[in-house]
C-alpha cells in the first residue's frame, strides 16, 4: 500500500499558497476546506483527503500528483517552474 507522508503534502499545499499570494484562510476558502482543518493539513497533523485534494486540484490547476507525490510534470509551466524556485530555494 501507498502512503503518503502528510508533512511533505502540507509542505506543497504551502508552496501553492504562497505562490498563489494566499493566506491559509484565504486558501481555504477558495476550496471549501474549514480554516482550521486547512491549518492541520498544513502542518502536517492531519491528511489531505482525496476530495479536498480534488477540490484543490480543480480550482487551482496543480495536479493531485503533485499535492501527493510532488511531481511537477502535469502542472501549467508558470507554476511548475515557480515551484520549482521556491523548492530550491528552501534547500540552501
Excluded: C
Excluded at 476558502?29 to 477540490?55: N, Q
Excluded at 490547476?61 to 528552501?90: C, I, Q, V
Amino acid at each position: 500500500m501507498n502512503t503518503f507522508d502528510p508533512q511533505e503534502v502540507g509542505k506543497r499545499l504551502v508552496q501553492l499558497r504562497e505562490y498563489l499570494r494566499l493566506n491559509q484562510g484565504e486558501f481555504a476558502d477558495t476550496v471549501g476546506i474549514d480554516r482550521s482543518s486547512y491549518s492541520k493539513i498544513e502542518k502536517g497533523t492531519k491528511p489531505l483527503k482525496a476530495e479536498m485534494a480534488y477540490a484543490i486540484s480543480e480550482r487551482w490547476g496543480a495536479s493531485m500528483d503533485f499535492l501527493y507525490r510532488g511531481r511537477l510534470t502535469d502542472l501549467p509551466h508558470k507554476m511548475a517552474e515557480a515551484l520549482m524556485a521556491s523548492r530550491t530555494n528552501l534547500k540552501r
